[in-house]
């Protein structure tokens, strides 16, 4: 069964469960992956987080029933998960812009997410994927990185984690970070900078760290600063430009795992690489990703 096969599968797993119980536990055993890996696939295949798409389709539905006038509100909203009907309210009036009272009130109008289509999300995929792209597979000992870290959920990371580092980046916690070192590279990464995605120890909950950060080589006094130790590991390596990650990283949950013999190397980290270049603009900054990967 094949990646396409596996996430119809989750899709209608969702829509028979929409008023019952749906963990991102049992959709990633579903398409037999890690949550963590499962997370990145789903995005790269629909744009939009697995946790979002279940509460858009749900927020279809719930709108359905109000209008229908059958039910009482706080009757759908504990059908649809919420206890507290102000959260309902509030939850609701995200998606459709209008406290759920007000379909019964006068005419307002809906959104409607409607369920995922493959003939058109994944044709999507393939138009902004790439036709090619060259990798390499690379061994790498282990290694340190210090830094700022920030602990995601990957729903809030697609949401607010571009403005969290923007925002950090220019504060003066960041210069003294970059000091560490002065600019000088890694010898593990030949890299200044780097950002390692952590996944939760043994795939125990939803959330990764996220470390922004320098390659470290001996000890010294790192405070305030937290180091983390990268294991050794056989990594797949991309390089691309600043201006094609996303294409990129889409590229790779999306369309590589799936077109050849590997999966990901289980809670190993992936790996960043920054390469700025005097002169240019930053959105061609070179990048490198190091997946970690195992042969099936």
Not at 20 to 28: C, P
Not at 38 to 49: A, G, H, I, P
Not at 144 to 169: L, M
Not at 219 to 234: D, G, I, L, Q
């Amino acid at each position: 069964m094949n990646k396409l096969d596996r996430m119809r599968l989750v899709v209608e797993f969702v829509e028979e469960n929409l008023t019952g119980d749906i963990s991102v536990d049992d959709v990633a055993k579903i398409a037999c992956c890690s949550k963590y890996h499962f997370q990145r696939v789903f995005y790269s295949c629909f744009d939009v987080t697995f946790a979002e798409y279940v509460r858009r389709r749900r927020f279809t539905l719930a709108a359905v029933d109000i209008a229908s006038g059958q039910e009482k509100i706080i009757e759908i909203a504990a059908k649809y998960g919420y206890q507290s009907p102000n959260a309902f309210t509030r939850a609701f009036r995200a998606v459709h812009g209008v406290n759920p009272g007000k379909l019964r009130s006068s005419n307002v109008k809906l959104t409607t997410y409607n369920k995922a289509s493959f003939s058109s999300e994944m044709a999507d995929v393939q138009k902004t994927g790439v036709e090619k792209m060259d990798y390499k597979i690379v061994e790498r000992p282990a290694f340190g990185v210090v830094g700022k870290c920030k602990k995601f959920e990957f729903d809030d990371f697609a949401k607010n984690g571009k403005q969290f580092w923007k925002e950090y980046v220019g504060s003066e916690e960041y210069k003294s970070l970059c000091r560490l070192t002065d600019g000088r590279p890694g010898t593990v990464s030949n890299s200044p900078l780097l950002t390692v995605y952590f996944p939760s120890k043994n795939n125990k909950q939803d959330t990764f760290l996220d470390v922004l950060g320098i390659e470290i080589e001996t000890e010294r006094n790192t405070e305030p600063f937290e180091v983390h130790t990268v294991p050794e590991a056989t990594y797949a390596e991309f390089e691309c430009s600043y201006r094609e990650a996303m294409k990129t990283n889409r590229y790779i949950y999306g369309q590589w795992f799936s077109a050849t013999g590997y999966e990901r190397d289980g809670d190993k980290p992936d790996v960043v690489a920054y390469f700025p270049m005097p002169w240019r603009h930053f959105s061609e900054m070179g990048m490198r990703w190091w997946v970690p990967v195992i042969k099936k």
